[in-house]
């Protein structure tokens, strides 16, 4: 499956955490897997991405607070979402890159923080 496939989103307090998880296809050679989101009304924003080396990069926002991982082997990447504030409520995107270059967004997952 080319399209990544988002689970995790839902509501959660302020102060609260959430887990959002992308999957692949294995057989896909990912160069990078990252996080967007998009508030209403918003540009959609880099929230992290990291590569198959491991580098990772945050928005400042959230530096701290979110921490993006991947496995290889399985062609997932999460985000964990701790501490969480009313700001970080948008739709949620993973986007992968493939070694050749082709990039590929998901459906887009809700996240809400609100008390």
């Known amino acids: 499956q080319v399209q990544p496939v988002e689970s995790g989103g839902g509501l959660a307090q302020p102060g609260g955490s959430l887990r959002l998880s992308c999957a692949v296809s294995r057989s896909l050679f990912t160069h990078a897997m990252g996080w967007y989101r998009q508030a209403p009304g918003k540009q959609r924003e880099l929230v992290a991405q990291?590569?198959?080396?491991?580098?990772?990069n945050y928005a400042d926002s959230v530096k701290g607070r979110f921490t993006i991982s991947r496995d290889n082997a399985k062609n997932t990447v999460d985000l964990q979402m701790n501490s969480l504030e009313p700001e970080d409520t948008a739709v949620y995107y993973c986007?992968?890159?493939?070694?050749?270059?082709?990039?590929?967004w998901g459906q887009g997952t809700q996240v809400t923080v609100s008390s």
């Open positions: 990291i590569t198959t080396g491991g580098s990772t």
């Open positions: 986007m992968i890159v493939l070694v050749i270059g082709s990039r590929y």
